[in-house]
């Protein structure tokens, strides 16, 4: 599975963005997806989830702002962020968690830039 994040990008505070990550290749394989974020000087940690059922979780430090929605075949997601924050600033990832039939692939995108001004 090959991922291909956009739509990072330079906002104001109280602004939005929607990410997009396209999936290629086997993305009928895919079981789950998700976002992760890495802050400057930070570690790279999950921001949402989402599974081929739907079932969604959240961090607790964007919950009611941001939203992980996903088509039908998983082969798109998206991150909607609102009411953005200058702590939201960081480089975002898609992640997509896949299985063959006999082996569990952890597939990453090559992320894509948030700034949020103050």
């Known amino acids: 599975v090959q991922l291909q994040a956009s739509g990072g990008g330079l906002v104001q505070a109280g602004g939005s963005l929607r990410l997009s990550c396209t999936a290629s290749?086997?993305?009928?394989?895919?079981?789950?997806m998700a976002w992760y974020r890495r802050s400057p000087g930070k570690q790279r940690d999950v921001v949402a989830s989402?599974?081929?059922?739907?079932?969604?979780t959240y961090a607790e430090s964007v919950k009611g702002r941001l939203t992980i929605s996903r088509d039908s075949a998983l082969s798109t997601l998206y991150l909607q962020m609102d009411s953005l924050k200058p702590e939201d600033t960081a480089v975002y990832y898609c992640?997509?968690?896949?299985?063959?039939?006999?082996?569990?692939?952890?597939?990453w995108g090559q992320g894509t830039l948030v700034t949020v001004s103050s």
């Open positions: 290749g086997s993305f009928f394989n895919i079981v789950a």
């Open positions: 989402i599974t081929k059922n739907g079932l969604t």
């Open positions: 992640n997509a968690g896949s299985y063959d039939g006999s082996k569990w692939y952890d597939n």
